[in-house]
């Protein structure tokens, strides 16, 4: 072998083992973010199931992340706007406490936005903004149909509601652990 083809074959071998590196690198980098939240399997299921995070510097993750709440904020709204259109008006305290639970839910999905935009744009203090949307908007909308549960224990609360409920809670609170601990070189602004 000639030494340019020595040389080709050295650039070749050498930039197939830098992407292997940066895939351990990224996959470190998830399980070590992961790792800082309260949930870190469903943390680590979430990103694996979006091919961008392989690429994603830390605003990345934590943008994928609340996208991943966000999606089982639409579950739980589509479920009990469907609940609630089909329970008889006869049954008036269900039917106005789904009523109300399906517009809480739906105000929360819709609130994610605020946190995905400041993730998506950078805008200043994204990572500040981000939190703030999801701890004083996204939360108390989400929680406000339990505390109607509550208040009428004579209401049977659909577990389907609850565990949602629990699942985006869930979601919330990764994404709150990924932006709290994202160290500042591994964003790109």
């Not at 083809?5 to 998830?30: R, Y």
């Not at 943390?43 to 943008?63: E, I, M, N, T, Y």
């Not at 149909?145 to 609170?173: H, M, R, S, W």
């Amino acid at each position: 072998m000639d030494s340019c083809g020595l040389l080709a074959l050295t650039l070749f071998l050498f930039t197939l083992s830098c992407q292997f590196l940066v895939i351990k690198s990224d996959e470190a980098l998830i399980q070590n973010l992961c790792h800082k939240t309260p949930e870190p399997v469903l943390c680590a299921d979430c990103l694996h199931l979006d091919p961008g995070s392989k690429d994603a510097d830390g605003r990345g993750v934590a943008l994928i992340t609340v996208r991943c709440a966000e999606s089982d904020a639409e579950q739980v709204y589509n479920f009990t706007f469907n609940l609630w259109q089909k329970t008889p008006k006869s049954d008036v305290a269900l039917y106005n406490t789904l009523d109300t639970c399906s517009i809480q839910f739906l105000v929360a999905h819709d609130s994610f936005r605020g946190a995905t935009v400041a993730l998506e744009k950078g805008v200043l203090n994204w990572r500040g903004a981000a939190m703030d949307q999801l701890t004083s908007q996204v939360s108390p909308y989400l929680n406000r149909c339990l505390d109607l549960f509550k208040k009428q224990p004579q209401l049977p609360l659909p577990n389907t509601i609850l565990i949602g409920t629990e699942a985006v809670n869930q979601g919330i609170a990764v994404s709150l652990g990924i932006l709290k601990n994202i160290p500042d070189k591994l964003t790109l602004s």
